[in-house]
């Protein structure tokens, strides 16, 4: 069995919608159950590609064969979608990407499911309030204070850079990745993320129908899943789906206003290593 890594990178806003209501926000986003960390549910992201396939010439005749039908399973196999880089605002600057040492574990187990090998170095011990990270002095995420004890080791970050689409964006990586503590992150995956006001208003009045809250994934948070095929071609199958002219994914709610827009890199498994 052939695997992929899909590596999506959030072009906009995101909402992959939980299905139901949380404390005081409405429409939440998808998360695990265990940890907390959002989540892009494996059969939404099979949904959206198969809508993709149904409107890609190339991919139209073989979507049945690739996805299945409600007696049939299909020969392509998606995971969930797993976060591993989170925007989290800064003082000194836009924004860091947060990761932690428990994603960074999973990233490498699952490196090695997909026959990837395991090239990224385990961080050091890192204590709460403490980060890996670019740059001297404290390290100031929202109102909180880390500090940085060095950087983050080359062979992490050359083992993100193949999810990330676009060049620049993979230049920056170095400088703008921070790796916390598993305490300190799950704050920010928990109480970090935006949460937007919408309203209904009444057509003649203009009152207040429903007003309701949303939270959403912001811009450039980077995520990652495994796809299988049950035959070495439909692994294949991934670059017809996500060719360079249009390597795109619409997942989650509110595609009318132009969220959920994901950049996807797809790099296969051939012989125990990835090309």
């Known amino acids: 069995m052939k695997h992929a890594i899909l ?9 992959p919608g939980a299905g139901r209501s949380m404390g005081v926000v409405d429409l939440p986003v998808a998360r695990e159950a265990a940890t907390d960390y959002p989540v892009l549910v494996g059969s939404s992201l099979k949904g959206a590609m198969r809508d993709k396939a149904r409107w890609r010439e190339a991919a139209q005749d073989q979507a049945q064969q690739w996805f299945g039908e409600p007696d049939q399973a299909g020969e392509l196999l998606i995971s969930d979608g797993r976060l591993l880089l989170l925007p989290v605002r800064s003082l000194t600057e836009s924004y860091r990407w947060a990761t932690c040492p428990h994603l960074l574990e999973r990233f490498r187990r699952d490196r090695l499911r997909a026959g990837a090998g395991s090239t990224i170095d385990a961080p050091m011990a890192i204590e709460p309030g403490q980060a890996l990270a670019a740059g001297e002095g404290p390290l100031i995420l929202e109102e909180r204070q880390f500090e940085i004890l060095e950087e983050p080791s080359a062979s992490l970050v050359d083992a993100i850079k193949p999810l990330l689409l676009h060049n620049e964006t993979r230049e920056r990586l170095q400088r703008q990745i921070a790796v916390l503590h598993d305490h300190d992150f799950v704050w920010f995956a928990r109480y970090g993320l935006a949460i937007q006001a919408r309203n209904v208003l009444e057509k003649d009045t203009k ?12 811009p450039d948070t980077v995520m990652y899943a495994l796809a299988a095929g049950r035959d070495d071609k439909t692994v294949k199958a991934l670059d017809a789906l996500f060719p360079g002219a249009d390597p795109y994914l619409q997942v989650g709610g509110n595609e009318t206003l132009g969220q959920g827009w994901f950049a996807v890199t797809v790099y296969a498994s051939e012989q125990g290593c990835l090309s």
């Open 7 to 15: 590596g999506f990178l959030a072009e906009t806003s995101a909402h």
């Open 207 to 218: 009152r207040s129908k429903n007003l309701w809250y949303e939270e959403s994934l912001p």
